[in-house]
């Protein structure tokens, strides 16, 4: 926690540890759509002095489609291994803050290149968050059903216990976004620069709790 009596100097501090600490790794961002990956993402790289990448644009401008056409065009099968390759892609050019799609992590040889490349964030939502974020926009093709309200809590029973195995986990709520950033920032300083950061078990999951 930063110090009381100088916050915005122990910020700082804790920022460039963190920084230090990943070396050529990236912090990967994962969870689903409207859990705030992009605009929390932006706002941590900018304090990490790292760029930020949205992982869904790279796949649009390596396909030349937007990703509601390549859905349409050639199916999600066709669309989940160009995403692959182009987180692989990303990894392998880090540091940086990168925002995958929902379903990125559900891939099991993407998750272990996360492993070994990166920290991985699972920005967690509840589904009446997610309804809220997603209702008005139309360019979210696994919403396009008769009740977007079921598929969404359909793909939450179906992601959360992947999404889990994420190294860090923080809720997402409507609460002021840089306090989910201030979360970012103290929970990856535990886990990279904290006692024992070195030797901590990589199933473990530190979780920063809404309530608090």
Request: with cysteine; net charge neutral.
């Amino acid at each position: 926690m930063p110090e009381t009596a100088s916050p915005a100097g122990a910020s700082a501090s804790q920022e460039a540890e963190i920084t230090a600490a990943l070396g050529k790794r990236s912090i990967v961002l994962v969870g689903m759509m409207g859990a705030g990956k992009s605009t929390i993402g932006r706002r941590l790289s900018a304090r990490l002095r790292l760029p930020f990448i949205d992982a869904d644009m790279e796949i649009e401008a390596a396909a030349g489609m937007s990703i509601p056409d390549i859905f349409e065009t050639h199916g999600e099968p066709h669309f989940r291994d160009g995403e692959a390759r182009v987180i692989a892609r990303l990894l392998d050019s880090g540091p940086a803050v990168i925002a995958t799609g929902g379903g990125a992590f559900m891939r099991e040889a993407t998750r272990n290149r996360i492993r070994g490349k990166a920290v991985s964030i699972w920005l967690k939502a509840d589904a009446d968050i997610i309804m809220r974020r997603v209702k008005r926009r139309a360019d979210r093709p696994l919403l396009r059903t008769a009740d977007p309200a079921a598929t969404v809590g359909r793909l939450i029973e179906e992601r959360d216990p992947v999404y889990r195995h994420a190294d860090i986990t923080i809720w997402s709520r409507d609460v002021p976004h840089e306090k989910i950033v201030d979360e970012c920032i103290e929970a990856l300083h535990s886990r990279l620069c904290g006692a024992g950061a070195a030797s901590a078990p990589k199933q473990t999951s530190d979780t920063m709790d809404a309530t608090r």
